[in-house]
């Protein structure tokens, strides 16, 4: 049974930095391709980031986290990586980690998820 764990959520300050983290299990996630979707409070959720799978590890962003966010992954630990800088009040939302076997980059749309954690909040205070 495939499970995605994430963590590292929590309240920051505006400008401030956090990193999550999604721990896979369950399956050989070193084909899987793995991102990060959030939703804010009433809105739909959205597409954050997204990495490859393989030793090239392509990656690619939403708008939102262009220049701000950087994806990572280690497959030695099936985990994925966000790591969030100069954030911004309007990044609350909860972070969602997502799976799938394949690689849609920066159009990835939700119902091409196969796996979805639970996800994590990120508030980021003015």
């Known amino acids: 049974q495939v499970q995605l764990v994430e963590s590292g959520g929590g309240v920051a300050q505006a400008g401030a930095s956090l990193t999550l983290s999604c721990e896979a299990s369950?399956?050989?996630?070193?084909?899987?391709?793995m991102g990060w979707f959030r939703q804010a409070p009433g809105k739909e959720r959205e597409f954050v980031a997204a990495?490859?799978?393989?030793?090239?590890?392509?990656?690619h962003y939403g708008d939102s986290a262009k220049g701000r966010f950087t994806i990572s992954r280690d497959d030695a630990k099936n985990t994925v990586y966000l790591q969030m800088n100069s954030l911004k009040p309007e990044d609350t939302a909860i972070y969602y980690c997502?799976?799938?076997?394949?690689?849609?980059?920066?159009?990835?749309?939700?119902?091409?998820?196969?796996?979805w954690g639970k996800g994590t909040l990120v508030a980021v205070t003015s």
């Open positions: 997502g799976v799938d076997q394949v690689f849609y980059g920066s159009r990835w749309f939700l119902q091409d998820v196969r796996y």
């Open positions: 369950g399956d050989t996630f070193s084909r899987y391709a």
């Open positions: 990495i490859n799978w393989g030793g090239r590890g392509d990656t």
